[in-house]
């Protein structure tokens, strides 16, 4: 599931063919390393006792409020159900990402790091578009997916998603300060329902200046 070279030499902002020859090769040699990797995984679970209030901006699921804010409980108030998720690229690669080898080789950590973000968003698109088949079937759609730290929604809210999962659920744990380990994980929601739509790559939505996919075109999940 490693996106291709050119999604990788985009994402570390390199037109089009103008990649130095370099950066191809450490790119290639990542992949030698990172390909017989078998620790990607992506796991939901799907929620029907909830209720989405958009003038307080919360969202219930069971017994649990969230506070995710005015954008993500806008964006699936029509929702019938939620879907809470967890995608890793696992352990190996997140570490890598986060290793300053000896030699201070910074461009070949900056490479796994770029690789892991890539490849959990990839697997997170995955599973989105396995979730969307699988409620097609039934007459219903599903809205885009929405994580803690994006959109408005405070990083703390990993604390009360991760309560709705088991100790080490899909190999994530999550730490005192609500960041995940492996740290290439993705954590969240998406609604479901029959008058919900996806809206891919909305950036107006969020204020996160810094993120990689921001103002590109993407070539995520083709609903």
């Not at 599931?1 to 990542?30: D, F, H, N, Q, W």
């Not at 993500?72 to 690669?93: D, K, P, W």
């Not at 890598?96 to 690789?115: E, F, H, K, M, N």
């Not at 698109?125 to 997916?145: F, S, Y």
Request: contains cysteine; glycine residues 8%; aromatic residues 10%.
């Amino acid at each position: 599931m490693l996106p291709s070279v050119s999604v990788l030499e985009r994402a570390m902002g390199y037109p089009a063919g103008e990649t130095p020859g370099y950066i191809t090769a450490l790119i290639g040699e990542a992949y030698e390393e990172l390909m017989p990797l078998e620790e990607i995984r992506a796991e939901y679970l799907i929620f029907d006792d909830i209720e989405i209030d958009t003038d307080a901006s919360t969202i219930r699921i069971q017994d649990v409020i969230f506070n995710p804010g005015r954008n993500v409980s806008g964006q699936i108030r029509e929702a019938e159900m939620i879907a809470l998720f967890v995608c890793t690229a696992g352990a190996t690669i997140s570490d890598r990402s986060r290793y300053c080898p000896p030699d201070g080789d910074l461009l070949r950590a900056y490479i796994y790091d770029v690789t892991g973000t890539m490849v959990v968003e990839k697997a997170a698109d995955k599973m989105l578009q396995e979730l969307r088949q699988t409620m097609e079937a039934v007459g219903c759609g599903i809205t885009n997916r929405f994580s803690p730290g994006y959109c408005g929604w405070a990083l703390t809210g990993q604390l009360m998603l991760f309560s709705f999962f088991m100790d080490n659920y899909c190999g994530v744990m999550l730490t005192e300060s609500a960041l995940m380990k492996p740290v290439k994980s993705v954590s969240g929601l998406t609604g479901i329902g029959k008058n919900v739509s996806y809206h891919p790559w909305e950036c107006q939505l969020c204020n996160d200046k810094n993120c990689i996919y921001r103002g590109r075109k993407p070539e995520g999940p083709k609903f």
